[in-house]
């Protein structure tokens, strides 16, 4: 439904900082949440942070709380996720994605969003 590209991810040194864009294009009317869930090698995807579209309230996984930031700008129809304090933990591939309703699963499921971006790899030495 909706088309979305992640960019900025790369490698990077453990207490470094990264941030990551995800431009949204095609059917963006009336967009409600967009988030980022991370997969990391041999495991599960996973919620890392999410952004109201209408008021941009947000929330965040206990494992990113403190150190990531989401936020978005609604003219350009484009969210980031500014990381800090990078932990070699946080290596994973980064998925940008959108949901157009309030589904009834809770933000932190990947059942709440419809559409998804390729995503982008973010590597973390030690």
């Known amino acids: 439904q909706v088309q979305l590209v992640e960019s900025g991810g790369g490698l990077v040194q453990a207490g470094d900082s990264l941030r990551l864009s995800c431009a949204a294009s095609g059917r963006t009317f009336n967009l409600y949440r967009m988030g980022w869930f991370r997969q990391a090698p041999g495991k599960e995807r996973e919620f890392a942070a999410a952004?109201?579209?209408?008021?941009?309230?947000?929330y965040y996984a206990d494992s990113v709380k403190g150190r990531f930031t989401i936020s978005r700008d609604n003219a350009k129809n484009t969210v980031y996720l500014q990381m800090n304090s990078l932990k070699p933990e946080d290596t994973a591939v980064y998925y940008c994605?959108?949901?157009?309703?309030?589904?009834?699963?809770?933000?932190?499921?990947?059942?709440?969003?419809?559409?998804w971006g390729q995503g982008t790899q973010v590597t973390v030495s030690s």
């Open positions: 994605t959108a949901a157009r309703l309030p589904y009834s699963s809770p933000y932190s499921s990947r059942d709440a969003y419809d559409s």
């Open positions: 952004i109201r579209w209408s008021d941009g309230g947000t």
